[in-house]
Each structure stands twice: as C-alpha cells, then as structure tokens.
C-alpha cells in the first residue's frame, strides 16, 4: 500500500472507531470490489481486521470489466469470485452484510456498453437484493448516484428532489437504471424488511480511480500528463462538486451500519466549482505553465444531457451523522496526482 493510501484508511478508521466493532467478526461481501471505492472498502476492512480479535471475511465479487488496477488482496480472510451480478449465481457463505459498489460508472463505457449497464444496475442489483433476502443480511449498502438527479432545478440538491432526467438521451442508460435500482431497492425493503440503506455520491475521487475512464479529475490529470495541456470537452462554466475518498467512505460505513429503515442519503462534499475551476486547480498544482483548451469531443453524446450544475445538498446527512466533509479539492487533487506520479496504469 502507498503512503497516500495507508494515511486515508487511517484517517476513515479513526472515524469509525465507535461503530467498527459492528463489523468484527462478520461476513461481508464487496460487490465490485477491484473498482476504485471497492478496493477502499476492501482495504479498510483488511486494515481493521488486524486489531479484531475475530476478523471478518471479506468476499469479493467482480467480473472485472472495468477493474484496471492490480491489487491482488492476498489476505487470508478475503476470497475474490469472478462473477457478472447481472447474470444468476449462488454465495455458499453466510452473509452479515453486502455493499453494491457494482455499475459501469465511466462515461466512456456505459456508453458503449449501454445495455450492459443497465443489466448491472438493475438486474444485478435485483439479484442482490435477493441474495440479501435469502441470507437474512443486517445490512445492505446501494451506491446509487448523483446522477439520478439529471439535470436538477433545484442545487444544492436535497434528497427529497425527484430529478430531470432524459430517459432516452445518451446518459439514460445510466441514469435512469441508477434510478430503477433504487426503485427496487426500496421495494425489497418495504416488502422483504431487506435493510437496505441508499447512497448517492456525487462525484468522489482519489486513488485507484481509473486514469482512463472519463471522469473528470482523472481525464485532466491524464491531458496535462500527457499532453502538457488540459482540455475541456464543454465550455468549462458547468459546476461540479467533488469529494475525496476518505470523506466518501466515512459516511459510507456510516450508513451502513444505520439501524434498518430505507434511509436515503446524499454523499459528496458541497464545495461547488465550475469544470474550468478544476482545470485551473490541477494546473496549478501540477504545472502552472501548461495550456487550457476548449475543444468539442469526437464523440458527439459527450455534452448531450450534461447536467448544467452539481451540487449536494447535505443538510440531512449532517444531522443524521454528523458528516462534514474535510479534505478540500486542492488538498484531494495534491493526494491523488502524488498517486498517480507512482501508480499510473
Ligand atoms: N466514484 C464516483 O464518483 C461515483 C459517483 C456516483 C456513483 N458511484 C457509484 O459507486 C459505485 C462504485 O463506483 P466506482 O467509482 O468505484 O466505479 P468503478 O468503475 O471503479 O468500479 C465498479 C466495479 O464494478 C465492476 N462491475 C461492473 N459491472 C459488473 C457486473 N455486472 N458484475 C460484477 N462486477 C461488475 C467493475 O468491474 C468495477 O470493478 C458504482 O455503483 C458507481 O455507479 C460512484
């Protein structure tokens, strides 16, 4: 493990130092767990196993379609199994808990692997919930997204805002399968008593995230990195707002280990920024001499349905959990571009 990475699980276990005896001793299973936030659940529970007296099995589930990295987790209490979700399989273990980090979360993927996506967000998810059912799990975490928002009316966001979202555009594969899975979710709550809990990040980053996927701190550390120029596929006045891992995977455990109850929380850090905002940010930290460039992306979908603002609204996780999120994007984007300096695929 990297020094950037060790620190961030030190800091989210010393976060979750009142409630992690929750986890001692059970059976946790990680769904998408090679991804970027998988790999984060996995490496923190791992951590936290050395100081339980009874550690908790980790299983990991992937069928690795977007999974670049090449951590192998040679641990003797984690178990890795190939698995599409979306496709029927069976779990011999008992199971405490499940967290559903599964989806096609890259722009550039889900649209070419459209049905794909929605296979893993809904029937995946479905299949899931059914495991939940079976094994009479204490809880389950859904990673939906910001996306089920669209492109809001009202920003900051609160949960309680349905969305406007397109569902035949080029993002709807996405986004409204996003929206389908919490659907179920729910209703397997509401019928089955499943306890599922329900987050939707917005925007989270750090290491591990695929240099090549598309999202946006990685796409313009890769630009300046291979370029020396950063390059925008929009006009650059669009906001986002970003949250770095360790302040994600607090509220995430957090959650999870909420008593049953359907609750439904947004996740982020509500510090907005125009898209030209971060590209000015990571110039200056990676180097103050290269070039921002407005240039149309080859691929025509890319603005189509952009969301114009991205913002949490996190009145209620505050309340609920106390969540403030600390790490600011110029401290978040020195610790990923250090990463990244040794670490990139
Ligand atoms: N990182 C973010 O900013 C963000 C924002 C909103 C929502 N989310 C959601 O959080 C979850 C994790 O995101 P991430 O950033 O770690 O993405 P990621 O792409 O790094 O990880 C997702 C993992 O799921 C796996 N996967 C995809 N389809 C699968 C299938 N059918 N069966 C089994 N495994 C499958 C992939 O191989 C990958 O390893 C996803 O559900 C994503 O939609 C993430």
């Known amino acids: 493990m990297t020094d950037i990475v060790s620190q961030d699980i030190e800091w989210v276990i010393k976060d979750l130092q009142k409630f992690s005896n929750k986890l001692e001793g059970k059976n946790i299973l990680i769904v998408g767990g090679k991804g970027f936030l998988g790999t984060y659940f996995v490496k923190i529970l791992q951590t936290l196993n050395k100081s339980f007296t009874k550690p908790c099995k980790i299983i990991v589930l992937d069928n690795l379609i977007t999974a670049k990295h090449k951590e192998t987790f040679d641990d003797s209490n984690t178990k890795f199994i190939e698995q599409d979700i979306s496709k029927k399989f069976d779990i011999e273990d008992d199971l405490d808990f499940i967290i559903h980090s599964a989806s096609i979360a890259s722009p550039i993927v889900y649209r070419k692997f459209p049905l794909k996506t929605i296979d893993v967000n809904y029937q995946g998810t479905r299949n899931l919930l059914e495991l939940a059912r079976q094994k009479n799990i204490e809880g389950m975490l859904l990673l939906s997204s910001s996306e089920v928002y669209g492109d809001p009316a009202i920003v900051p966001t609160p949960e309680s805002y349905w969305g406007h979202v397109s569902c035949t555009g080029p993002r709807a594969c996405y986004d409204e399968s996003k929206r389908l899975a919490e659907t179920v979710a729910i209703l397997y709550s509401q019928l089955y008593n499943v306890p599922i809990k329900i987050a939707r990040p917005f925007n989270v980053y750090g290491p591990y995230l695929n240099l090549e996927d598309g999202r946006i701190i990685p796409d313009f550390i890769k630009n300046s990195l291979d370029h020396s120029e950063i390059i925008i596929h929009s006009d650059g006045t669009p906001t986002r707002s970003f949250c770095y891992v360790t302040d994600a995977m607090k509220a995430f455990f957090k959650i999870l280990l909420l008593p049953p109850g359907g609750s439904i929380f947004n996740v982020g850090n509500d510090e907005e920024i125009s898209v030209h905002g971060v590209a000015e940010t990571i110039k200056k930290i990676i180097n103050p001499s290269i070039k921002i460039k407005i240039q149309k992306s080859s691929d025509?979908?890319?603005?189509?349905?952009?969301?114009?603002?991205?913002?949490?609204?996190?009145?209620?996780?505050?309340?609920?959990?106390?969540?403030?999120?600390?790490?600011?994007?110029?401290?978040?984007?020195?610790?990923?571009?250090?990463?990244?300096?040794?670490?990139?695929?």
């Open 300 to 345: 025509p979908n890319y603005v189509i349905d952009n969301p114009q603002r991205r913002c949490p609204n996190l009145e209620y996780i505050t309340n609920t959990l106390d969540f403030i999120p600390e790490i600011s994007l110029q401290q978040g984007i020195e610790r990923i571009y250090s990463w990244y300096k040794v670490n990139s695929n």
